[in-house]
């Protein structure tokens, strides 16, 4: 079972800040969640076949081809800011 603690710490790691509330709701879903990873482990499957998915052996997307675009100084002419030869942006993330 996961505890409050747990959950405090996950969405520290995610720099979420959750309210006392959220952070139960959190706890009883996740534990719920792995509640039911524990059942699937619990499952008998020493006579199942193993089974095989992977992806096909083409790429079904289209040819890379090469074609004019903007230099890069016309591009950096719309920017709000630019620093450095490049996009400069506000800090997102503390």
Known sequence: MID???VKYIANLARLELSP???ES???QLGAILDHVEQLNRVDTT???PTCFYAPAHDPLREDVVRSSLSTEQLLQNAPLVKKGHF???KVIG
């Open 4 to 6: 409050a603690e747990t």
């Open 21 to 23: 509330g959220q952070i």
């Open 26 to 28: 959190f706890t009883n």
């Open 47 to 49: 006579d199942i076949e």
């Open 88 to 90: 400069a942006i506000p």
